[in-house]
């Protein structure tokens, strides 16, 4: 099969899905296993295609013309091959802890959830698969419009209030700030495809420079910078399974990885850092880094907590692209899949708490380690890979992310990264020490309506999230495929060996890079 048929492949299955999964709307187990199978037909799709990107083919494929010289088309480059690998194996294991979840929770409408979740994938592989402005547009589109009847899929108001204030939002920044900044680098260089080294070098001005880039920033809301961040707290009133959609497989990661891709591809990383047209994005995406984790450290709701944390680590990203150098950028890169695999973990965990105690708040979770520690051992190695510890994933991207701001003299991002870690331990090791080491407390045991006699979550739930936790540890131990293609993203080539620190000054688990 060849690889542009593959391309296809990936946007058409979970695309075909969609159709398929209504006719068995009375039948459950054969609509879940319509699911699980379209997620691992895209699995191998993926798989396949990423051993023949890793080997140097670059497939492309033409759909339509829409105008002359602006088609829908796909291409198949490096950082869109990590964001395709992160969804593709993720839908494999959200589909399975979905089923234990919308079960064990008896939650309605289910047959809509698993569409509206397949053509939310579908859009996904359109994003990472973009060659040029135009096509992701479209599929970016494509992908808030399906993720919001899963937003408001509890029916209720509060979730109705949430996915308005969701659909307002990331529909108003991208038409209002995202749809004219396409549409003015349109008009100056007279295309949009995505171009190794930018192409808006040498054809505007410092100060149209820095406009434009404010446009795409502000423009791509799913990317969570502040201000324009409050759709995502207001969107975890949806079940758990969309809140590790939208946080770790898709919605989210669309954002930055949009970002990261418009800054090296239609900017060029060595044009924004000749001009210092972009150096205010730093400062942008430092406050968003420290004032989400603040707001997180007050957060008693664990969802909540949860994502005031994810708008911080979405904007490691955002900061270690504006540090402008090609090893902050492979930081970027490697800084979404580490944190998407860590993240859906700890969604998937206080998914587990909830369906199996019915406990949403922090506080109530002393003890609860002891009830149900496949759950809070997971939900340890997620939050231990937020903080940036070594023999977790998210340990990667920081490493680079750092030494890129040291060898860049950028200290203020330096800063950031330090404060930001202590901040992350601030508010994730209080809930694993209390779940583990502290007692029951008395009073909220006694309480059935809040911590009954319980114990793990339902199997499914507790087979997904084990999975992510490994593959949290597993990503820091075998690094090379994510590392070989966050670096081929910025074509260093064999000059990347001399940016990787000596194996004897890694953590043993990292001498997989050289």
């Known amino acids: 099969m060849t690889s542009e048929t593959l391309i296809i492949l990936a946007l058409a299955i979970p695309a075909v899905a969609v159709g398929i999964i209504p006719i ?52 198949v480059e490096p950082l869109g091959m990590i964001f395709a690998a992160v969804a593709g194996t993720l839908w494999i294991v959200n589909s399975i802890y979905s089923i234990g979840y919308m079960r064990g929770n008896n939650e309605p409408r289910q047959t809509p959830f698993y569409m509206c979740f397949a053509l939310a994938i579908s859009a996904t592989m359109g994003i990472a698969f973009a060659d040029n402005l135009f096509t992701l547009f479209l599929f970016y589109e494509i992908l808030t419009l399906s993720t919001y ?38 008009f100056l260089t007279g295309t949009l495809e995505f ?14 420079l820095g406009l434009l880039l404010a446009l795409y920033v502000f423009g791509i809301g799913k990317a969570a910078v502040m201000p324009v961040h409050a759709w995502l707290p207001a969107a ?34 060595e044009n924004l850092a000749a001009t210092g047209a972009g150096d205010w994005l ?44 090609p090893i902050s950028a492979i930081g970027a890169a490697m800084h979404i899949a580490a944190h998407a695999i ?18 949403t708040e922090v506080s109530q979770m002393r003890g609860i380690g002891r009830k149900m520690p496949w759950t809070m051992t997971a939900f340890a190695i997620g939050g231990l890979s937020m903080i940036g510890l070594p023999l977790t994933a998210g340990f990667l991207g920081k490493w680079f992310i750092l030494q890129g701001a040291v060898d860049s003299g950028k200290w203020f991002a330096v800063a950031v990264i330090v404060l930001s870690t202590i901040l992350n331990a601030g508010y994730f090791l209080p809930v694993i020490v ?37 593959g949290t540890i597993a990503l820091f131990i075998f690094p090379g495929a994510l590392f070989d293609l966050a670096s081929a993203m910025v074509d260093l080539g064999t000059e990347v060996t001399n940016i990787v620190p000596e194996p004897s000054t890694l953590p043993a688990g990292e001498i997989g890079y050289e």
Do not use: C
């Open 24 to 75: 068995f709307n009375s039948q459950p187990n054969l609509r879940e296993t319509i699911t699980l199978s379209a997620a691992g037909l895209l699995f191998m799709a993926i798989f396949t295609l990423l051993i023949r990107v890793l080997e140097g083919e670059r497939p492309e494929v033409e759909l339509i013309q829409v105008v002359p010289e602006l088609p829908i088309s796909f291409a």
């Open 149 to 186: 009847p899963l937003v408001t899929h509890k029916g209720t108001d509060e979730a109705r209030a949430g996915g308005r204030l969701y659909l307002v939002l990331l529909l108003g920044t991208s038409t209002v700030l995202l749809l004219p900044a396409i549409i003015w680098t349109w």
């Open 195 to 208: 171009t190794p080294g930018g192409i808006l070098g040498g054809k505007v001005d410092d100060l149209t």
């Open 236 to 269: 975890m009133v949806a079940p758990t399974p969309v809140s590790a959609l939208l946080h770790a497989v898709a919605v989210v990661k669309a954002g930055v990885f949009t970002m990261l891709k418009v800054v090296v591809y239609i900017f060029g990383i």
């Open 282 to 325: 730093l400062y942008v995406a430092g406050f968003t880094v420290i004032m989400a984790s603040v707001i997180a450290l007050r957060q008693d709701n664990l969802k909540r907590r949860l994502a005031f944390s994810t708008i911080s680590q979405l904007s490691y990203v955002v900061l270690a692209t504006a540090i402008l150098t």
């Open 342 to 359: 860590s993240k859906i973990t700890l969604f998937f965990a206080a998914g587990s708490v909830y369906t199996a105690a019915h406990v």
């Open 434 to 470: 209390s779940s583990f080491l502290k007692p029951i407390d008395e009073k909220t045991s006694k309480d059935d309506t809040i911590f009954h006699n319980h114990g793990e979550a339902p199997l499914p739930i507790v087979i997904a999230l084990t999975l992510t936790a490994a």
